[in-house]
């Protein structure tokens, strides 16, 4: 296959150029010049579309098995596709949760069926995610997973949280880190701050993340486990690692989409869209943040995809179910993002792509040959409104509901395989 | 090649705001009262002139006016209550209007009807208003989103967030006692932080535009960043009610009195209690008021709550005056419009 004349955007290998793609075998072949002698069996003219390595989703709760009125693996891998995404992990807090290899298997045989973005799983840190006895993360390893993780269960028992690095570290797994004091996060809804004491919200504070950040950093030292900090929302955690990183760990970190966006101002009055964990914190916070990504502390971004059916939004506020769908929406967002100036379109896709990969070793994020032939093509500039109808996601639960929107994918490959693409309409 | 110029320039949609006050009509007129931020200092007042007019009906002999006859009221309430719904219920019969009684927290929920659900079933039985307590902040919000047009909804207490009939008979009270607004300071004494009556209180005192707003608590009992609100910290109360014209005792929960938040209910009395001889630091002619039901020797001593200055049990009366101007005012529109 031949790409031609889309403008290649590839962070990873450094290329930021008018250029042509060829994709032999479900690989990439060549970019820039046709390798001699390939004949391709099909070429799409992508002139005017960007043409980058298909976006990496850190954090996708696929809701399937055990919520499926919320989404399932087929509906949210195709809505991913349809958002430019390639590769997706799925989150363990399924019903059974991913704590043992029966469930991988299960998942990634119905993501097979999809035909759609490439599912990853994290595995449990903890059976259950109760925070109690370690899951079998040597079987998870072996299963497929690609990281384990206690997801947003925060655990309270600090020793527990240190023998599950150190057993992890002798696996040679990798760990993501939600950030969390159990006891501080108990009770809250939202940021503790001028609006939730307006609000009358009980309100989770800062310290619920910083508290953890630097007991985290301290057991990762100690255990010498390889740590990832997931969906960071204070600019004191940015802080800490940063000091962190330039003493020498090796640690990663990334920050949801929604903290990137908005702050909790925009909870308004009670909108429940707006509910989301990690908190929305002050501005503040969010300068932090998008400062913390454009001098690479924090080097992935992820849209922390979480659909959610109506009922569970259609309550109020502190009733209803954390979590933004945004698959279909993360695209046009992280433009908008990029038209502030908040960072450049490069840093903006080695974060979705490049970032990601490295910090799970999956080999892929970049359009380097030889690499899997993962790829969003995009028009940066296509103008349509988001609306119930033309989500893919089960999940209408986004802030963007009704709004016109500037960014779509147009064509998502797989293995070099059409797994999307847009009708132009 | 750069990768500017790949974007145009005005990106829609993404950072749009949308923000308008649900609670007023298109006119400006109460639609539903939610809570007291947002509204116009000159709505308040008309409420507070309103209330006055009702407040001779519940001395006649006769003790109804005609005002809401035909219409139905729900006292919709999904946390215990009884001096809140009962004055609601006396407000509403005094303007000749039907009064259904709901416990919704014994009944519907319990069945796992959702609060949609609920309200759907009410709608369909054409009622007209909806007053509504419920213990999440924000549900009469959520409430008047959802219900249909023609029906107005007056918030009883949503969880920590406002109370604003509350904040209103306490705003009569004061301005009965001291006539106006200007160049008072008026101290809010206790449990702020779970207070809706504290938050609707501070809105409302600085919209009618008093001098000065002091919540005073120990930090435990004090939310983050209560200053945006318009107020002013203590954490002792002697200063914090040092010169006060009005302070307003808050009700401590029996299940705070030993907790986290504080050691007991006798240390808190000690730090924090209005005794006789604390009341003398406070203006010379300073009122006391507290929103009910009293802990008698835990926020207040009865010499205070039963003197001279106490003015709680006029609070109670009020209130039944200023529920009678809000449902009048935010269902009244029409009969008032068909009047004219």
């Known amino acids: 296959m031949c790409l031609k004349g889309g403008h290649v955007i590839d962070p990873a290998a450094k290329v930021n150029e008018i250029a042509n793609v060829y994709i032999d075998n479900g690989r990439i072949l060549a970019v820039g010049r046709s390798p001699r002698g390939f004949k391709a069996d099909e070429t799409h003219d992508v002139r005017g579309l960007v043409v980058a390595p298909g976006f990496i989703e850190l954090s996708a709760h696929l809701r399937e098995p055990g919520f499926e009125h919320k989404g399932t693996i087929v509906s949210e891998c195709r809505a991913a596709a349809a958002g430019g995404f390639t590769t997706v992990c799925c989150t363990p807090d399924t019903l059974p949760v991913i704590d043992n290899a029966s469930v991988v298997e299960h998942i990634k045989q119905r993501a097979g069926r999809a035909r759609a973005a490439r599912v990853q799983c994290l595995g449990a840190l903890t059976r259950g995610l109760e925070g109690q006895v370690l899951a079998e993360m040597r079987a998870l390893k072996e299963s497929g997973c690609v990281a384990v993780t206690n997801a947003d269960n925060a655990i309270a028992d600090t020793s527990v949280l240190r023998q599950a690095l150190a057993y992890a570290a002798s696996c040679e797994l990798t760990v993501f880190l939600r950030p969390l004091d159990y006891w501080l996060s108990i009770e809250g809804k939202m940021h503790e701050g001028a609006v939730s004491t307006r609000l009358g919200i009980p309100a989770l504070p800062e310290a619920e993340e910083v508290i953890a950040v630097s007991r985290d950093l301290t057991l990762i030292e100690e255990t010498g486990v390889r740590a990832h900090f997931c969906r960071l929302s204070s600019r004191r955690s940015i802080a800490l690692i940063a000091r962190a990183r330039r003493a020498g760990l090796q640690i990663t970190a990334d920050v949801a989409l929604a903290n990137l966006l908005y702050t909790d101002k925009d909870i308004g009055s009670y909108d429940p869209n707006f509910h989301v964990y990690p908190p929305l914190r002050e501005s503040k916070h969010r300068t932090g943040l998008r400062a913390g990504v454009r001098k690479r502390d924090i080097s992935a971004i992820c849209g922390n995809h979480e659909p959610h059916d109506a009922d569970a939004k259609a309550t109020p506020f502190s009733l209803s179910a954390p979590g933004m769908a945004t698959f279909d929406t993360f695209l046009p967002a992280i433009l908008a993002l990029v038209e502030r100036g908040v960072f450049d379109l490069n840093t903006a896709l080695a974060a979705i792509t490049q970032a990601p990969s490295e910090i799970l070793d999956l080999g892929c994020g970049s359009l380097s040959p030889g690499l899997p032939a993962d790829i969003c093509i995009f028009d940066a500039n296509f103008e349509w409104t988001a609306s119930a109808e033309n989500l893919l996601s089960v999940g209408k639960n986004t802030t963007f509901l009704g709004q016109s929107l500037r960014g779509k994918a147009m064509m998502t490959l797989v293995d070099g395989r059409i797994v999307y693409r847009h009708d132009g309409k | ?340």
Not at chain 2, 162 to 177: E, F, G, K, V
Not at chain 2, 204 to 224: C, D, F, H, M, Y
Not at chain 2, 226 to 251: N, S, W, Y
């Open chain 2, 1 to 340: 090649m750069t990768t500017t110029g790949l974007l145009r320039d005005g990106r829609p949609g993404v950072f749009k705001k949308m923000r308008a006050n649900h609670q007023l009509d298109e006119h400006g007129r109460l639609k539903h009262f939610l809570s007291i931020e947002g509204l116009p200092r000159d709505l308040l007042v008309d409420i507070l002139d309103s209330a006055e007019r009702f407040a001779p009906v519940g001395e006649r002999a006769v003790k109804n006016v005609p005002l809401l006859r035909g219409k139905t009221v729900v006292n919709l309430f999904f946390e215990p209550s009884t001096r809140t719904r009962t004055t609601f219920e006396l407000a509403a019969k005094r303007l000749s209007a039907d009064i259904m009684n709901l416990n919704i927290e014994a009944s519907a929920t319990s069945k796992g009807e959702s609060l949609s659900d609920t309200l759907r079933t009410l709608e369909a039985m054409h009622c007209d208003m909806f007053v509504v307590r419920h213990q999440n902040s924000g549900a009469a919000e959520f409430i008047a989103r959802q219900v249909a047009p023609h029906i107005s909804v007056i918030n009883a207490g949503d969880g920590r967030h406002a109370h604003p009939t509350q904040a209103m008979l306490d705003m009569l009270t004061i301005r009965r006692a001291k006539q106006q607004f200007e160049g008072l300071i008026v101290a809010i004494v206790g449990d702020i932080a779970h207070s809706r009556v504290a938050r609707s209180e501070i809105q409302a005192l600085n919209t009618l535009g008093v001098e000065e707003v002091r919540v005073v608590g120990p930090k435990t009992l004090i939310p983050s960043q209560i200053e945006a609100l318009g107020t002013r910290v203590f954490h002792q109360i002697e200063p914090g009610i040092k010169g006060a014209d009005v302070v307003i005792m808050l009700r401590l929960q029996q299940e705070r009195m030993q907790s986290s938040l504080l050691p007991s209910a006798q240390e808190y009395f000690q730090a924090y209690g209005l005794t006789e001889r604390r009341l003398k630091l406070a203006a010379s002619d300073a009122v006391v008021m507290h929103p009910g039901p009293i802990n008698r020797g835990v926020e207040i001593d009865s010499a205070v709550a039963d003197g001279p200055q106490s003015v709680i049990l006029r609070q109670v009366t009020h209130g039944i005056a200023v529920r009678m101007a809000v449902m009048s005012m935010a269902i009244g529109t029409q009969v008032i419009a068909g009047a004219n």
